[in-house]
């Protein structure tokens, strides 16, 4: 296999720079360097195929510890993530002179791994509600992660992604931590509600929002009187 990266893309760093801006110079070094990987390799995405990417770069071992043990904040990334991504969405909105109507999107999916992965802590057993029948349920080995997308128009961004552990999970894990470092189980409802609730504050005050209602039906925002998508198209 041919190398293909010399250095990293200068297109991905700027566009990684507002998000990465609190990380060290190493951390935001890693980070580049493995998300450049990530867009281009073909084979399984392990740390050394990705590091084969590369004519030089760090250790293997560098880019695992960066996941595993480097010091960074996940609320300061997630937040950080959420208000750029919301106002590149709102600004290419206004740039293409889009109707100011916006779609949040909440879903569930699986990164699915192989059956004999046992030390990554999210990993578990979960029903594929996709793949599976009635008369044949399926079950992956995964990771579960639920995703905030918005939409406006023809154009999308990703918000948030929050994981998921199974409640099964979360005292398997917690019988290995000490009372002070042991999680707390939160049903996939409860991380919805944060996620928007995070969000709020960051929404157009002059525009239409919808989110997820029940049975997959869009509501009007809380401030707003409460429609259905169905019901606010026009006749």
């Known amino acids: 296999m041919l190398t293909r990266i010399v250095r990293p893309s200068p297109a991905l760093d ?39 990417q590369f004519l030089d770069t760090s250790d293997p071992a560098n880019w695992a510890d960066f996941l595993r043990i480097s010091p960074w904040t996940a609320d300061l990334m997630r937040d950080t993530l959420r ?18 109507v916006l779609f949040l999107n909440l879903d569930d999916a699986l990164g699915k791994k192989d059956k004999q992965t046992h030390c990554l802590e999210p990993v578990d057993w979960f029903h594929d509600h996709t793949a599976s029948t009635p008369q044949k349920p399926r079950y992956h080995k995964a990771f579960c992660y639920l995703e905030c997308t918005a939409r406006v128009g023809n154009l999308t961004a990703t918000l948030e992604l929050r994981l998921y552990l199974r409640a099964k999970t979360v005292r398997r894990l917690n019988r290995h931590r000490a009372a002070g470092q042991r999680l707390s189980f939160r049903s996939k409802k409860t991380l919805a509600c944060a996620m928007l609730k995070a969000l709020k504050p960051l ?29 606010s198209r026009p006749t």
């Open 83 to 100: 208000r750029q991504q919301l106002g590149w969405l709102l600004a290419e909105a206004q740039r293409r002179d889009l109707p100011h």
């Open 203 to 231: 929404l157009p005050t002059d525009w239409t929002i919808y989110y997820p209602g029940k049975k997959d039906r869009y509501v009007g925002w809380v401030s707003r009187p409460v429609r259905t998508a169905q019901e």
């Open 14 to 52: 700027t566009f990684l720079r507002p998000l990465i801006g609190s990380l060290s110079l190493p951390q935001r070094q890693h980070l580049v360097e493995m998300t450049d990987a990530l867009l281009v390799t073909e084979d399984r995405k392990t740390l050394a195929a990705l590091q084969r």
